[in-house]
């Protein structure tokens, strides 16, 4: 579990403790609730990452878009609900070459906007001569995004980086030597479930 999540339950548990003692049990409720929950959306399982040339989902969610960002580059959009586990992992191995933190709007997160027009955190994986380049986006919900690495790093493939707090969404880009292996609508996991596969063409990887 994310440490977060035990602070969060701790002090809604605390002022639920609180109202209960001078009102009653029954208007401490909601607190209680609130804290379970808290205590539920920052779980943190333990994933099996498959062996071989691919990438695997950054995030828990849904793949809403798999689009063209270039004639040779694609992006798959994963969103994330406020019931799926909202920690990240890192598509490939390599080292992280570039972070950049993007402000923006705070739109509702499974709209094709939110890729460009959300606060985000854009984070590019160099490794074994290819470049994996993926987005942690706020949405509606999400104010925080949370990355634990930085330049310079060098990560495993499923590697947990950081998280995004509450409903958001992460973007994925790949280079030609990439073949996507999911479609819209397939649920993915993070650090387990695949979304490319390399094709060997290393050519135009680091363009």
């Given at each position: 579990?994310?440490i977060d999540g035990i602070?969060?339950?701790?002090?809604?548990?605390?002022?639920?403790?609180?109202?209960?003692?001078?009102?009653?049990?029954?208007?401490?409720?909601?607190?209680?609730?609130?804290?379970?929950?808290?205590?539920?959306?920052?779980?943190?399982?333990?994933?099996?990452?498959?062996?071989?040339?691919?990438?695997?989902?950054?995030?828990?969610?849904?793949?809403?878009?798999?689009?063209?960002?270039?004639?040779?580059?694609?992006?798959?959009?994963?969103?994330?609900?406020?019931?799926?586990?909202?920690?990240?992992?890192?598509?490939?191995?390599?080292?992280?070459?570039?972070?950049?933190?993007?402000?923006?709007?705070?739109?509702?997160?499974?709209?094709?906007?939110?890729?460009?027009?959300?606060?985000?955190?854009?984070?590019?994986?160099?490794?074994?001569?290819?470049?994996?380049?993926?987005?942690?986006?706020?949405?509606?919900?999400?104010?925080?995004?949370?990355?634990?690495?930085?330049?310079?790093?060098?990560?495993?493939?499923?590697?947990?980086?950081?998280?995004?707090?509450?409903?958001?969404?992460?973007?994925?880009?790949?280079?030609?030597?990439?073949?996507?292996?999911?479609?819209?609508?397939?649920?993915?996991?993070?650090?387990?479930?695949?979304?490319?596969?390399?094709?060997?063409?290393?050519?135009?990887?680091?363009?």
């Amino acid at each position: 579990m994310v440490i977060d999540g035990i602070y969060y339950a701790l002090g809604l548990a605390a002022a639920g403790a609180v109202v209960s003692y001078f009102t009653s049990p029954w208007w401490a409720l909601p607190l209680f609730i609130l804290a379970a929950f808290c205590l539920y959306f920052f779980r943190d399982p333990e994933r099996a990452v498959p062996a071989g040339p691919v990438a695997v989902s950054p995030a828990d969610g849904k793949v809403v878009a798999i689009k063209a960002e270039s004639p040779d580059r694609q992006r798959i959009s994963i969103f994330l609900n406020i019931f799926d586990v909202h920690v990240n992992r890192t598509p490939i191995s390599g080292v992280i070459s570039d972070v950049k933190y993007q402000p923006g709007h705070f739109l509702v997160a499974s709209k094709e906007d939110a890729s460009s027009q959300n606060e985000q955190n854009v984070v590019t994986v160099d490794g074994d001569g290819t470049r994996v380049v993926f987005k942690q986006i706020a949405g509606l919900i999400a104010r925080r995004i949370v990355f634990s690495k930085n330049t310079g790093d060098k990560v495993r493939i499923g590697e947990r980086i950081g998280l995004i707090k509450f409903g958001s969404r992460v973007d994925v880009i790949f280079g030609p030597e990439w073949e996507v292996a999911v479609q819209p609508g397939m649920r993915v996991s993070a650090g387990s479930s695949i979304l490319a596969r390399r094709t060997g063409a290393a050519s135009g990887a680091k363009s």
